[in-house]
Structure formats: structure tokens, C-alpha cells
């Protein structure tokens, strides 16, 4: 079963934050980020497996609830360059694919 | 360099005609995957393969065919049972499946158009 991502879309202006969210309905082994530009394949963001732990890149970090099967992508001082879709990509133990979200659509704003 | 290399970037299909997309990476990667994305739409699995000559049906597997018979190909064949191909195709691999904590890795995809 597909994943549930909120807000489906959000506009920002630039040096403000943002968060998105990702739950499944499924026990899940892992949460996979990446963003998306219009046209161009998804680039990876980061991973994170069950255990709760939190990870950061620069200015964007998740985490992950294991007990609740939920995830949420943490986007600080936006840029211009953070616009895209975000979509999460979940792993549980019965099928070894990712399974993804509807994705987020993320604009920054000067 | 190493990654994942798909061919064509754009790609024609007269109604009725099969067409192959071609996926080929030099990662050394065990598992690749098929993803299709309508426009606006988020990324569904079509096929994916743990292993050589090993595959399994993702969520939308009907219309299409896969092999693999290398571990650095998997063709995708859009038959003409698929009623509507048009869209953005992605393949994908990884280390070993995802279920091992490891993330997959986009080719650059094709487009795809019914004329």
C-alpha cells in the first residue's frame, strides 16, 4: 500500500522552514528521501532505518518513527534550490522495492 | 563513470507497436527496478529483479514484459497490451534489494509517447 505524504504542495519563501510528512499503514524496515525536478529522475536524500534515528544533510534532516510508521522531512532556511517534489519511499520486509508517496511539491519564493 | 545508463531519451510508439527501453549500469549493483510516472503522479513500480534471471511483478506489471539475463541489463518491453504507456519510465538498482537498508539509484528515464 502507497504511503501518504502531506501537504501535497507548500510554497515558502526563501529562509523559511518546512516540514513533510510520510506514514504508512505497513510496518516498515526503512524510509528513503529524494527530490525530484520537473523532468529529471528523483536524486537521493537520505535513508533512514528503523530505530528512530534522525538524519541530517546540511540544512534538511528526517526522522523516523518507528512505532507510529511515520517520517517527516525537515527543510531549514530554505534556498531557491530546495523547489521540487519530495517524495519518501518506503521499505518493509515483505517486498525488497520501494514503495513511494505522491510526492510533495515544494516552491521557494524569493 | 559508473551509473545507470537508459536509452532512448524519447521514444515514439505507434498504437499497437511493442517498443524496449533499455537499462544497463556498471555499479555492480544485484537488484534493478522498472518505475513508471504519469505526469504529476508519484513513481509506481512495474517490475523488479533481485538477481540474475530472477524477476517479480511490482504493482502495475500488466501490458509489460522484463528480462534479465546480465546482471548490468534489464530491458523493459511496453507491449501493445498496455492501453495507456505514455508516460516517464525509471529504472533503478541497488546493492541488494531494499529490504537490506539499501537505497536505490535513478537513470536519468524516458519519455515515452503514444502517437
Known amino acids: 500500500q502507497q504511503p501518504v505524504q502531506s501537504p501535497q504542495a507548500v510554497i515558502l519563501r526563501e529562509g523559511e522552514d518546512a516540514v513533510i510528512n510520510c506514514s504508512s499503514s505497513?510496518?516498515?524496515?526503512?524510509v528513503h528521501w529524494y527530490r525530484q525536478k520537473h523532468g529529471e529522475a528523483p536524486v537521493f536524500l537520505m535513508i533512514?532505518?528503523?530505530?528512530?534515528e534522525q538524519k541530517g544533510h546540511e540544512k534538511i534532516s528526517a526522522s523516523f518513527n518507528e512505532k507510529k510508521q511515520q517520517s517527516s522531512l525537515y527543510l531549514t532556511a530554505s534556498q531557491l534550490s530546495y523547489s521540487g517534489t519530495y517524495f519518501c519511499?518506503?521499505?518493509?520486509?515483505?517486498?525488497?522495492?520501494?514503495?513511494f508517496g505522491s510526492g510533495t511539491r515544494l516552491q521557494v519564493q524569493p | 563513470d559508473g551509473g545507470i545508463t537508459q536509452s532512448p531519451k524519447y521514444l515514439f510508439r505507434k498504437e499497437g507497436q511493442n517498443v524496449t527501453l533499455s537499462c544497463e549500469q556498471n555499479?555492480?549493483?544485484?537488484?534493478m527496478y522498472w518505475y513508471r510516472q504519469d505526469p504529476g503522479q508519484g513513481l509506481r513500480l512495474i517490475y523488479y529483479?533481485?538477481?540474475?534471471?530472477?524477476?517479480q511483478k511490482g504493482d502495475i506489471a500488466e501490458g509489460y514484459s522484463v528480462s534479465r539475463e546480465k546482471k548490468e541489463s534489464f530491458p523493459l518491453t511496453v507491449t501493445s497490451a498496455q492501453k495507456n504507456p505514455t508516460a516517464f519510465y525509471l529504472c533503478?538498482?541497488?546493492?541488494?534489494?531494499?529490504?537490506?537498508?539499501?537505497?536505490?539509484?535513478f537513470g536519468e528515464g524516458s519519455w515515452l509517447t503514444v502517437v
Open positions: 533503478a538498482s541497488s546493492m541488494t534489494g531494499t529490504s537490506s537498508g539499501n537505497t536505490i539509484y
Open positions: 505497513k510496518a516498515l524496515y526503512s
Open positions: 533512514l532505518l528503523k530505530g528512530g
Open positions: 519511499g518506503t521499505s518493509d520486509t515483505g517486498r525488497r522495492a520501494l514503495t
Open positions: 555499479l555492480n549493483h544485484d537488484a
Open positions: 529483479s533481485q538477481i540474475v534471471n530472477d524477476f
